[in-house]
């Protein structure tokens, strides 16, 4: 058996830049891979419409982060994108985030400012001092009538919970303006890979030192491999324990089924992504990947999304019980040496790309001590 210093489980943002980190201080490293691809849900191809499709939702890049942004651009030329979202209310469209155009076209109004937004804001919200859930953090921004056409039933399909039955941090995330800016992110750096995530992470994961097994259930191999230096798990935290805190509760995980769809035409909505909040229809938005990049094609491809409870988890589900759950898994992990718990499902915590990214370059510094400047070269 070849010498392995570092096993990896998982070959997404958390797995890929750890091995790479690794790779380029000379260490031999192993990647296990449960799918058939790298790139974890960031995985994207160019579908039978020669359009480059994500398989797993749209992955839309964006930072503040000065040590993120210049790692990912040692590996992918970047091109600008300002994501914007729409969505369908009341037979509308109106931009997501709320700002003054979404309150104007919904309610008839004339606000033409940040201190007319802000007055009407504050005239319509449920002042709340320490929003308890979900829906006191909606409430206490933006009031209950556009809590009940924007947020309440979007919630219940994303998650199948009410946002009164989530932490109010799930809702807290989604910004409000008080200005005309539709973005639905303002950081400074908002970009996607040219050539797409998948060629990223083929040059991420380029080193020679570096070696990748997919369709490989760490699981059904974990006997077969001893005397590496660490190892990094990046898959469901409470499968690693082989659930020992959930035979009675288990952690609860939220997964997507894309069911895609070849149209007949340019384009089948004016936007890459229209959300539908309301009750109307059962799946939370459409995608048109069409949009991205500005892609030719005499067809488009449109993906719409359900979230459901079974298939592969995408998110945790945060909320008093679930925190619960995982705080005794926090412990067993702890007690491990040399066994590290990275990224979204194995810290049972929602991460934005960057902050995956980020989360994972700061992990190796930590442990390895090196400079951040000297490492990224």
């Not at 449960?34 to 480059?52: Q, S, T, V």
Request: overall charge negative.
């Amino acid at each position: 058996m070849k010498q392995i210093d570092i096993l990896i489980i998982g070959a997404g943002i958390s797995g890929a830049v750890l091995a790479e980190r690794y790779a380029a201080i000379g260490k031999k490293v192993l990647i296990l891979e449960k799918r058939n691809h790298i790139a974890g849900n960031c995985y994207d191809y160019i579908d039978e419409n020669g359009i480059l499709v994500s398989k797993y939702g749209a992955h839309l890049f964006h930072t503040n982060e000065e040590s993120v942004w210049d790692y990912v651009n040692k590996f992918s030329e970047w091109y600008p994108w300002e994501h914007k979202v729409i969505a369908k209310v009341d037979d509308k469209m109106v931009p997501i985030p709320v700002n003054i155009t979404t309150v104007n076209e919904l309610f008839g109004t004339q606000i033409s400012s940040e201190q007319e937004m802000q007055k009407w804001l504050e005239d319509n919200r449920t002042p709340l001092d320490n929003p308890a859930n979900g829906e006191e953090a909606v409430l206490n921004r933006v009031g209950p009538v556009l809590y009940e056409k924007m947020f309440k039933h979007y919630t219940k399909k994303q998650w199948d919970k009410y946002p009164a039955e989530l932490d109010a941090s799930v809702l807290d995330r989604i910004p409000v303006r008080h200005n005309y800016d539709d973005r639905y992110f303002s950081d400074v750096h908002q970009a996607l890979p040219k050539g797409g995530y998948t060629q990223l992470f083929e040059n991420i994961l380029s080193n020679p030192n570096i070696e990748i097994k997919l369709e490989t259930d760490y699981f059904d191999v974990e006997e077969q491999y001893s005397g590496y230096e660490k190892l990094f798990y990046t898959g469901p935290v409470d499968r690693f324990f082989d659930f020992k805190h959930s035979l009675t509760e288990k952690l609860e995980y939220r997964s997507i089924n894309f069911v895609s769809e070849t149209v007949d035409a340019e384009f089948f909505q004016e936007n890459s992504v229209v959300n539908y909040p309301g009750t109307e229809v059962d799946f939370t938005r459409i995608i048109e990947y069409k949009h991205f990049g500005n892609q030719k094609s005499s067809k488009t491809t449109v993906v719409r999304e359900f979230t459901v409870d079974e298939g592969e988890p995408y998110y945790p589900v945060p909320n008093p019980r679930n925190q619960e759950i995982y705080a005794k898994y926090k412990l067993e992990t702890e007690k491990l040496v040399d066994i590290h718990f990275v990224g979204r499902l194995a810290n049972y915590k929602y991460f934005n790309m960057d902050q995956a990214f980020k989360n994972a370059l700061d992990l190796f510094y930590t442990l390895e001590g090196q400079e951040k400047s000297q490492t990224v070269d």
